[in-house]
């Protein structure tokens, strides 16, 4: 089992940032990647960022890139996402997940929510315009 907590979402004005923690306890040794999913009201859960243990890489949606930047502390299993430049459609609920079946070792996995098989409970960020 692993649990994952998330942390760091708000209320921020367009043009702010945030940095948003999901921190991983448990069987955290069988993370091989861990990603950040966002699901607006009314939308499907998209594909934001991921890294990848195994292959120390990160990966981004079209959403993210050129704006957000996932990084990880490894000693205390813990990834982050620095979100700069927020807009309005960036508002919605972010979702750390984590991947401890070596399912995102296929990287088209990475992008896809069956990638993972824990979730945490999500952190709103609201972005007013």
């Known amino acids: 089992q692993v649990q994952l907590v998330e942390s760091g979402g708000g209320l921020v004005q367009a043009g702010d940032s945030l940095r948003l923690s999901c921190q991983a306890s448990?069987?955290?040794?069988?993370?091989?990647?861990m990603g950040w999913f966002r699901q607006a009201p009314g939308k499907e859960r998209e594909f934001v960022a991921a890294f990848s243990w195994s292959r120390t890489l990160t990966y981004y949606g079209d959403s993210a890139k050129g704006r957000f930047t996932i990084s990880r502390d490894h000693a205390v299993n813990t990834v982050y996402l620095q979100m700069n430049s927020l807009e309005p459609e960036d508002t919605a609920v972010y979702y750390c997940?984590?991947?401890?079946?070596?399912?995102?070792?296929?990287?088209?996995?990475?992008?896809?929510?069956?990638?993972?098989?824990?979730w945490g409970q999500g952190t709103q960020v609201t972005v007013s315009s």
């Open positions: 448990g069987r955290a040794f069988r993370i091989s990647a």
């Open positions: 997940a984590a991947d401890t079946r070596a399912m995102t070792d296929y990287t088209f996995r990475i992008y896809r929510k069956d990638g993972y098989d824990y």
